[in-house]
């Protein structure tokens, strides 16, 4: 990535953090907490999600036979099926379907798939007339906008902004001000509108092969009014949205709503099975609610490819179609909750899952302009109603978009054969996904390495060719790493008379910065009667991961078991400090290894804090690990590494602190901002301090200031020392017996 698009790419994060952040923020923060609450009272919640992605999986997989059923049942109710190959064939048809109606004017119902055809250009080309009867779209189409979010296109807009735009475009009779007088004005505008209009067009959250019925999910009724009001009605969706059965509905109903606005049910679910011979609202008598139609309706069902059934060939990007468009992604995603779709989104879609739809339908170029937004943290799976591998899609664009500049090419790993020749994988990431080399280099030239990289020109030069943002300050090497210091000590429990046996796994971060924390480790499970053992072991992959460079991840891996396969054999735990190099352990480590060797080491390997607590709820003794006699335990103010909420394990060390009676406040931030190398570049410095800065209110309030800055991981300690200008630190230090903060 040059400078210029670095440069680029930070303007425009600057701008939306100024302009529509604080909307975007307070929005999707609602959408999640209300998520929380709603399927905190589900019952059977993971069951739900199971059978959910169960019918897709099935309905992808049967996908061709399922729309030549559906195009059976729809032509049996009177109505026409045509499946567009792509953009362009579709706008023709729809086109068509206007001119053969003699249409002035189409009335469109939110949908995100006519949002990717362009359909209203296409028909207003024509000379049509076509209005957005959604409240969020009709303010954006007012606003000659496009939608920063998949369910609240104008979630980006401040109620005192929509009225102001209202006013000066409208020009009403008195100044519209408040929330109920907006909607009740676009509600009479609109319902004028739909009364005249001579086409309805509409979505399909799903649409079922054996009725040919459509399910519309909306939150106001205005989809209704379009689909049955006008004499005909067009309905617009990707062929993934075809289910088998109307029975295989009923999870969806009970998720879609929860997972996307956190709301029980969506306010509207209707199921129509078009063309729906109902009467039709009559507008025009205010004492008759209904009146008789003249004409048979007229129903047109526009089936589009555009990519989708290469996607379905695709084992990587199959996944997307699973999809449900409720927006769990993108309002759980920490960088989303600042900029919104504006900037992590592409042509058409936004959040997580836009990676994979916009490489789909759209191509890698418009997936590679915010790609990199998504830092791999992995809680947008937990928030998928149909558990998609959000992360892994988005890993292996950036993979292929490396591939795409020119051949992934690890120019600092010694002894790889790259699947490429080299070529085009910009410095940035060739930076940070080789960083354990410079890592080694930097502990073995340590203290002069450090001093070098504190110098204001070399952290220009840094800046300027690799684009690491001269305003972070950055780690410190040790001379001595944590394998060194071991191998000079030994352990102080021998394996004769310790209660287990470990092997401690020496992470990056711990064995050439943060030593300190590993000598804790040491410390800490030698009190608890454990022989420890610290082999010399590669980088778990995380960061070449990250930059998506999954060959080199791929060899970390192999090369990770092969270093620790004799220790797993011996029957000893893996324990690891550092959160995300278990989570690669117990999740992305199934992409790389045999199967009984991935469910060896996920089963066999765990985190330093879960371990510990795991050894007191087995009889080891709590009061080695407690303050000295006479001193009080110091107060906590504690966060938890994204990646250790979703594998579950935050809990532990909650429960290890309270039973050592330290007091601890939690923070209810998820996300630190950090994000391991994110948080370093220059283009996206803004938007990690943005983000953390919600981490740093809840721990400069009179209660948390004066406490001790406990962090699970490598990114929160390194942010939360940033932020607040004081130290943090790894709980299993304030463990260690021998540490100042004991």
Not at 423 to 446: C, M
Not at 560 to 586: K, N, T
Request: net charge negative.
């Amino acid at each position: 990535m040059s400078t210029d698009t670095r440069e680029r790419k930070a303007e425009r994060i600057r701008h939306l953090l100024e302009t529509e952040g604080e909307a975007v923020e307070e929005n999707t923060l609602g959408f999640n907490e209300g998520r929380y609450e709603s399927v905190a009272d589900l019952e059977e919640y993971e069951a739900l999600k199971d059978r959910a992605r169960e019918i897709k999986e099935d309905a992808i997989e049967r996908l061709p036979e399922l729309i030549e059923q559906l195009r059976e049942t729809v032509e049996e109710n009177g109505g026409t099926l045509y499946l567009a190959d792509d953009a362009a064939d579709a706008n023709r048809y729809i086109r068509e379907v206007a001119g053969e109606n003699d249409a002035d004017r189409v009335v469109k119902s939110k949908s995100m798939t006519s949002e990717e055809l362009e359909v209203n250009e296409a028909l207003e080309a024509d000379g049509v007339d076509v209005v957005e009867t959604d409240l969020g779209e009709w303010v954006l189409q007012v606003a000659d906008e496009a939608p920063s979010h998949i369910v609240a296109p104008a979630i980006h807009k401040s109620e005192a902004e929509i009225a102001e735009l209202f006013n000066e475009q409208f020009d009403p009779d008195e100044p519209l001000e408040t929330a109920e007088e907006l909607t009740m004005f676009a509600r009479e505008r609109l319902g004028e509108l739909i009364a005249d209009a001579d086409v309805g067009m509409t979505g399909a959250n799903f649409i079922t092969a054996d009725s040919g019925s459509i399910m519309l999910v909306t939150s106001e009724g205005n989809a209704r009014k379009t689909a049955v009001v006008p004499d005909t009605h067009v309905a617009v969706a990707g062929v993934e949205k075809v289910v088998p059965s109307v029975e295989d509905l009923a999870p969806f109903i009970e998720l879609i709503g929860r997972s996307g606005t956190g709301q029980d049910i969506t306010s509207y679910v209707s199921l129509l099975t078009p063309p729906v011979d109902s009467p039709v609202v009559d507008f025009d008598d205010p004492d008759l609610e209904f009146a008789d139609r003249d004409d048979d309706r007229e129903f047109h069902l526009v089936l589009i490819d555009n990519g989708r059934m290469a996607m379905r060939e695709d084992e990587h990007l199959r996944e997307t179609l699973y999809c449900i468009r409720c927006s769990a992604c993108a309002n759980t995603c920490a960088n989303f909750q600042s900029v919104g779709g504006h900037a992590f989104g592409g042509e058409t879609y936004s959040g997580g899952i836009a990676t994979g739809w916009e490489a789909g339908v759209h191509g890698q170029d418009s997936a590679a302009e915010f790609n990199d937004l998504c830092t791999g943290c992995s809680r947008c799976v937990e928030a998928c109603p149909v558990k998609i591998d959000i992360p892994w899609i988005n890993t292996v664009v950036r993979d292929r978009i490396n591939r795409e500049d020119g051949g992934q090419f690890d120019f600092l790993v010694e002894g790889l054969t790259p699947d490429e020749e080299p070529g085009g994988v910009d410095l940035q990431k060739r930076l940070f996904g080789n960083y354990e080399t410079l890592a080694k280099l930097g502990s073995a030239t340590a203290p002069v390495s450090n001093w070098t990289t504190k110098l204001g020109p070399v952290r220009t030069l840094m800046e300027k060719t690799v684009g690491v943002d001269r305003r972070r300050p950055l780690p410190a090497f040790e001379r001595t790493t944590l394998v060194d210091w071991f191998e000079d000590r030994g352990p102080r429990v021998s394996a004769a008379d310790a209660d287990r046996e470990v092997v401690l796994y020496p992470d990056v971060y711990t064995n050439y910065i943060d030593v300190e924390r590993g000598k804790a480790a040491v410390r800490v499970l030698e009190a608890l009667s454990v022989h420890v053992r610290i082999p010399s072991a590669p980088g778990s992959g995380r960061a070449p991961l990250s930059q998506g460079m999954i060959d080199t991840a791929d060899e970390k891996a192999s090369r990770v078991y092969a270093s620790l396969a004799e220790h797993i054999d011996a029957g000893r735990d893996v324990v690891v400090i550092e959160p995300s190099d278990l989570a690669m352990f117990r999740s992305e480590y199934e992409k790389f290894l045999p199967e009984s060797s991935y469910e060896r080491l996920r089963e066999g390997s765990y985190e330093i804090l879960e371990y510990v607590y795991g050894l007191l709820e087995n009889g080891a003794d709590a009061d080695r690990l407690r303050t000295g006699d006479g001193e009080r335990a110091p107060d906590i103010a504690y966060h938890s590494h994204c990646q250790q909420r979703t594998l579950e394990l935050d809990r532990y060390t909650r429960a290890v602190l309270e039973d050592l009676e330290y007091d601890v406040l939690e923070s209810d931030v998820e996300c630190c901002g950090m994000a391991g190398s994110f948080g370093y570049k220059e283009q996206y410095y803004e938007l990690s301090m943005d983000v953390g800065d919600r981490l740093a209110d809840q721990f400069t309030t009179p209660e948390t200031s004066d406490r001790l800055v406990v962090a699970s991981g490598t990114s929160c300690e390194d942010q939360l020392e940033d932020l607040l200008a004081r130290e943090a630190v790894h709980p299993v230090e304030v463990l260690d017996p021998r540490s100042r903060h004991h």
